[in-house]
């Protein structure tokens, strides 16, 4: 069966350092892999995913995520954090083939001035 | 375009009360989610539907209904309101299944006392 563990209920930086979310998987079967990101009083936004083609994946407002199938990781990072980086972050999984996706707890960032 | 639009996007019930979520979503998408999202843990999959006429019970249907009558329209139903369905429910919807993006709702944040 498939599981997500995202390490790390919270995560404070200071603005300007690097942003490091941390993500393992569990999946029988090559996954597609998502980045989801919450801001207050809203529903989830995609950052990023991955569907099996180059490993490091390329998302919005300079986020990336690099799978690592040895690892069975799909990590978030972002060079320098912004005010406006402060939210809740979601990684989630699907096997290819299957038909729900499933959640990770989430990570609240908060990035201190 | 307006995305996946929720009503109400607040709601109190009494125990034993029954509401109806509404849901609907402009992109011509055949595939619809429920989530709820309690904190701490992630989302969970209430129900889905991969087109009309056609629903499947997700990872916590129990005290919930779905019916998918249109593409556009994915109504929740909750009968006999109890409080461990004070939550916040997120529609979703998504073009290709679970290896698609899903876009979200703005959620509906419902308390039951």
């Known amino acids: 069966a498939q599981s997500v563990t995202q390490l790390g209920s919270h995560v404070s930086v200071s603005e300007g350092a690097l942003v490091l979310l941390r993500c393992n998987y569990s999946s029988s079967v090559p996954p597609y892999l998502f980045w989801y990101v919450q801001y207050p009083n809203q529903g989830l936004q995609l950052l990023l995913k991955?569907?099996?083609?180059?490993?490091l994946v390329k998302g919005i407002n300079g986020f990336e995520a690099e799978f690592k199938k040895s690892e069975t990781s799909f990590h978030l990072t972002k060079p320098s954090a912004h005010m406006s980086d402060a939210a809740e972050y979601f990684c989630?999984?699907?096997?290819?083939?299957?038909?729900?996706?499933?959640f990770g707890a989430g990570t609240r960032l908060f990035v201190k001035a | 375009n307006a995305g996946v639009t929720q009503t109400p996007k607040f709601r109190i019930l009494k125990i034993g009360q029954s509401m109806t979520l509404q849901c609907t979503q402009d992109m011509n998408h055949n595939y619809m989610y429920w989530y709820r999202q309690d904190p701490g843990m992630g989302l969970k999959l209430i129900y889905y539907s991969v087109g009309a006429g056609i629903t499947d019970k997700g990872e916590v249907p129990n005290g919930y209904n779905v019916s998918r009558s249109t593409t556009e329209d994915f109504p929740l139903r909750l009968e006999l309101a109890a409080p461990s369905q004070t939550s916040v429910y997120f529609c979703a919807s998504g073009g290709a299944g679970d290896t698609d993006t899903q876009y979200f709702g703005p959620g509906t944040r419902l308390t039951v006392l």
């Open positions: 989630a999984v699907t096997d290819t083939g299957g038909f729900k996706t499933i």
């Open positions: 991955y569907t099996s083609a180059a490993t």
